[in-house]
C-alpha cells in the first residue's frame, strides 16, 4: 500500500505530526500544502477572521502543490490544524483539487488543535463529499496503526 501524507501548517504543529507519521508509515512520501505569503496573518485572531471570510465567500486561497500523481496512492492522509472548529481553509482547496482530478483512492485526515476540534470531522467529510472518506483522528498517535490496518 502506498500512502501521501500531505499537510497544510501554519505554525508547525500539524509539520511535526506528519513527519512523525511519514517516518512510521511504510512506503511513504510526504508533501507540504503551502500558500502565498500573505494569505494569513501572524496573529491568530487576524487569521481567523480571514479564514471566516474565505469559507463565506468561497473566496479559498490559492495553494502551492508539486506536481503529484494522486492516483499512485491508495491512501491520501490530510494534516491539518483546527481553525473554528474546521479544518483550515487552504484543505479545502485541496480536497476540491483531489475532487476535481476525481482521486478515486481513500483519503483520511489528522489534526491537531487545543482541544477544541468542534466540527472537524463533518466539516473534512462535507467538504470531500465526493471523496472515499475513511474516517478522521486527533494527534498523530496511533494513525499509522489505524491507516494500516
Ligand atoms: C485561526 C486559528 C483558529 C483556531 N481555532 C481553534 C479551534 O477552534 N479549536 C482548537 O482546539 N484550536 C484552535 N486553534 C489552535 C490550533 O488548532 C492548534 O494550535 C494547532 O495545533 C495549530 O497547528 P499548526 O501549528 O500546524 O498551525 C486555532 C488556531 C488558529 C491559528
Redesign the pocket.
Known sequence: MKTLIIYY???????RGAEKIHHEVKNSDLVEIKVPAGTFSAD?YE??DI?KEQIETNQLPQINLPKVDFEQYDLILIGS?????MPASPIKSFLNELQRVNYSGNVASF????????NYDQTFKTWGKNLNIIGTRRDSSKISEWIEK
Request: aromatic share 12%; net charge negative; proline share 4%.
Open positions: 501548517s501554519g505554525s508547525g504543529n500539524t509539520k491568530m487569521t481567523n479564514f490544524p483546527v481553525w473554528s472548529g489534526f491537531t488543535d487545543v482541544g477544541q476540534d468542534g
